[in-house]
Nanobody, 121 residues
Framework: QVQLVESGGGLVQPGGSLRLSCAAS????????MGWYRQAPGKERELVAR???????NYADSVKGRFTISRDNAKNTIYLRMNSLKPEDTAVYYC???????????????WGQGTLVTVSS
């Protein structure tokens, strides 16, 4: 079993900042890419940011320049620093990881339970 546990969501005013964390645990041999997705009410889930095992990143156009994804491989943890938050950033943010399991050596995609970010005055 592999689990992702997210933290750091909450209520913030427009222009404010938050940092999300996501820690992976369980029967993990290695972790490939990890990332953050979000789903706003009435909308489909969308990619926010993703980071590869080697550190390469990609971002949704809507968050470029405002959000930064980072990774601590020793802790199997990723972070999403969100600055200059806007009301349209309000959504449930989900952590995602693609892992190789131990000892099965199977490729597995895992999702966290989600953390709510609300940007409102």
């Amino acid at each position: 079993q592999v689990q992702l546990v997210e933290s750091g969501g909450g209520l913030v005013q427009p222009g404010g900042s938050l940092r999300l964390s996501c820690a992976a645990s369980g029967s993990i041999f290695s972790i490939n890419a990890m990332g953050w997705y979000r789903q706003a009410p009435g909308k489909e889930r969308e990619l926010v940011a993703r980071i590869a095992s080697g550190g390469g990143t990609n971002y949704a156009d809507s968050v470029k320049g405002r959000f930064t994804i980072s990774r601590d491989n020793a802790k199997n943890t990723i972070y999403l620093r969100m600055n200059s938050l806007k009301p349209e950033d309000t959504a449930v943010y989900y952590c995602n990881a693609t892992v190789i399991t131990d000892p099965e050596m199977m490729y597995l995609e895992v999702w966290g339970q989600g953390t709510l970010v609300t940007v409102s005055s």
